[in-house]
């Protein structure tokens, strides 16, 4: 079936290193990929998207690509701050009706 | 920001229990879910609808209720809580389907 691996946690980082956090998809066909972020004491929202291969999705300094050949969505970003640290989910959704997320990565940045 | 709202944010309660989780949204979205998520896990869809008077069970069995009589109100009823009910549960809401969805804050449950 359907189903997301992401990196296990927690990663800490100092502020400014450069973050990569691995995510890869096992589906059938090619889904629509997702990064959420969880931050301290609230919901989860919508961080970034990619709807086809080779699609880079970004937003508030992350980017993601969408990689058919290794099946992967990693998320990057360049230089991390303390308001960074959250808990980032990957997340999949395919035939635009099943949707997976992953266990969730927990990011603490330190100052 | 969301408008999707969940009450309480914590609960703690004894077994057997009936407790109802609430969800809340603004955004006169069609489709609302419920996720359980328990700490190092994936989010796990127990509950969806795609209307009013429309539910269905989602991927993991959850002997919790659902209904929906108003778009913007999609409530969660555990009859009899347990300890294995113990959780976060988390409501979300999207205009078009899995996705793009909408998080509330979550209910942190406890049963004793």
């Known amino acids: 079936g359907n189903s997301v691996t992401q990196m296990e946690g927690p990663v800490t980082l100092s502020e400014e290193a450069f973050l990569t956090i691995n995510c890869t998809y096992t589906?059938?066909?090619?889904?629509?990929l997702f990064w959420y972020v969880q931050y301290p004491g609230e919901g989860l929202q919508l961080l970034l998207k990619a709807t086809k291969a080779d699609d880079k999705g970004s937003n508030k300094g992350f980017e993601a690509t969408y990689r058919k050949e290794t099946t992967s969505f990693h998320l990057e970003k360049g230089s991390v701050q303390v308001s960074d640290s959250a808990v980032y989910f990957c997340?999949?959704?395919?035939?635009?009706?099943?949707?997976?997320f992953g266990a969730g990565t927990r990011l603490t940045v330190k100052p | 920001e969301a408008d999707i709202y969940q009450t309480p944010r914590y609960l703690v309660i004894g077994t057997g229990k009936k407790i109802t989780l609430e969800c809340s949204q603004t955004m006169g979205h069609d489709k609302m879910y419920w996720y359980q998520q328990d700490p190092g896990m994936e989010l796990h869809l127990i509950h969806y609808?795609?209307?009013?008077?429309?539910?269905e069970k989602g991927d993991l069995s959850s002997e919790s209720t659902v209904s929906r009589i108003r778009t913007e109100h999609f409530p969660l009823t555990l009859e009899s809580a347990r300890p294995s009910h113990t959780s976060q549960y988390l409501c979300a809401s999207s205009k078009q389907g899995p996705g793009e969805l909408f998080f509330g804050e979550g209910s942190r449950l406890t049963v004793l």
């Open positions: 609808s795609y209307g009013v008077n429309s539910t």
């Open positions: 997340a999949l959704v395919y035939n635009n009706n099943d949707m997976r």
């Open positions: 589906a059938t066909g090619y889904p629509s």
